[in-house]
């Protein structure tokens, strides 16, 4: 399995574009130990041609462009490599790109929990607008590993699962949509012919038993670095809200991910969708040397696996 990450940062990217914090400001200057970022997805393949999102970037257009092997396939006016998007919530940071996948001419296989896609019709009205455009062909994710198939029905060569976790709707949903479950998921994916395994966990509120016992369970762990602290927003003037309030688990402290994580034997363990606060986006930071030191990556734009 192939695994591209094609953007990293958490919604507004790294600099956001009315952001000055210590953060974005060193990237905006270019200062040493700092790179810019886009907004979360990732590619997966099987065989290096037929490829699934997880997660649609608005950032998407950038990404393609920056990765030929999702460029039109040669002898064709249009088309594309693209099989299918597997989304892990409704929030605007993954799902926007749908939008700008709304020229292709056939519906855009989109995996989304049942929650998700009532929230992606009827709230966001994303899924309102494609159906004036392509449409969409929804796809239920599977909650035991069963095949991921292609556009065409064909075998990807990779098996995936939907992994519930705990999480809420987007803030734009009405308040009777929180009394539903499966508002955020995970996805495990495993290749057929390699073995090699993928989790795939951008969105993690807190850890439970059932996510627990998986964490383990893979060669390539890509998990929610949002926030570094709980107090992030606000300790660096740029807004009110905890990380717990927006649905994620901070890295630092005694109950944060770090700890955790760090006592796992997984072969890449890698945080993304990194908020553009967040201090290890800066190489030269205590907290970016503190992930290193515990054995995990900070996720990088073009960043690239194979298991």
């Not at 919530?89 to 020229?103: I, K, P, Q």
């Not at 095949?147 to 809420?168: E, F, N, T, V």
Request: net charge positive; hydrophobic share 35%.
């Amino acid at each position: 399995m192939q695994i591209v990450l094609l953007g990293t940062a958490a919604g507004g990217g790294s600099p956001q574009w009315n952001c000055n914090c210590t953060v974005c400001a060193a990237v905006r200057k270019k200062k040493p130990g700092t790179q810019p970022r886009t907004e979360s997805s990732v590619a997966i393949s099987a065989d290096g041609h037929n490829w699934f999102l997880l997660n649609a970037s608005p950032d998407i257009r950038t990404q393609f462009a920056h990765f030929p092997p999702l460029h039109p396939p040669r002898g064709v006016k249009r088309g594309s490599k693209v099989q299918g998007v597997l989304v892990t919530n409704a929030d605007l940071d993954h799902t926007l790109g749908l939008l700008l996948l709304r020229e292709g001419g056939e519906k855009i296989p989109v995996h989304a929990s049942s929650a998700v896609r009532e929230v992606l019709e009827n709230d966001s009205a994303i899924g309102r607008v494609l159906k004036s455009f392509c449409g969409v062909k929804w796809i239920k994710p599977p909650r035991r590993l069963a095949p991921l198939l292609r556009a065409d029905g064909s075998p990807s060569g990779l098996l995936y699962q939907a992994i519930d976790l705990k999480g809420g709707p987007p803030r734009f949903s009405p308040p009777q949509r929180s009394e539903h479950t499966g508002h955020s998921v995970g996805y495990r994916i495993i290749d057929e012919r390699t073995g090699g395994r993928l989790l795939f966990l951008p969105d993690v509120a807190a850890t439970h038993s059932g996510l627990g016992e998986r964490l383990s369970e893979c060669d390539v762990l890509l998990f929610d670095g949002t926030f570094w602290s709980e107090n992030e927003m606000s300790a660096r003037g740029v807004g009110q809200l905890a990380a717990a309030r927006m649905g994620h688990w901070p890295i630092s402290g005694p109950q944060g991910s770090l700890s955790l994580l760090a006592r796992l034997s997984v072969r890449h363990k890698v945080y993304i969708h990194i908020n553009n606060t967040n201090p290890i986006l800066r190489e030269t930071t205590p907290e970016h040397r503190a992930v290193n030191r515990a054995g995990l990556t900070v996720g990088r734009d073009g960043m690239r696996f194979e298991i």
